[in-house]
């Protein structure tokens, strides 16, 4: 799940438990919106970790220049 799905279920949860007002029998809507938020969020920690280390950039080096002198002795 990449950052667009963690952002969709924190979207959905939010929904969930703020703008609807159904019941359903046997189903808490509220709790389930928060779970679905709770989720997004754990996503989102975790995706941003991950893309934090593929992120480590190296500095380039200077190329190395190797001179051959060649002294034949004349």
Known sequence: MGLGGCIILIAVGAILTFAT?????????????LIMMAVGLIGVA????IARRRRVVVPPTAPTV?????????
Do not use: A, K, P
Not at 21 to 33: R, T
Not at 67 to 73: A, W
């Open 21 to 33: 007002d159904w019941e359903l029998d046997g189903i808490n809507l509220d709790l389930v919106g």
């Open 46 to 49: 975790t995706f941003t970790s």
């Open 66 to 74: 190797v001179e051959e002198r060649r002294d034949h002795g004349y």
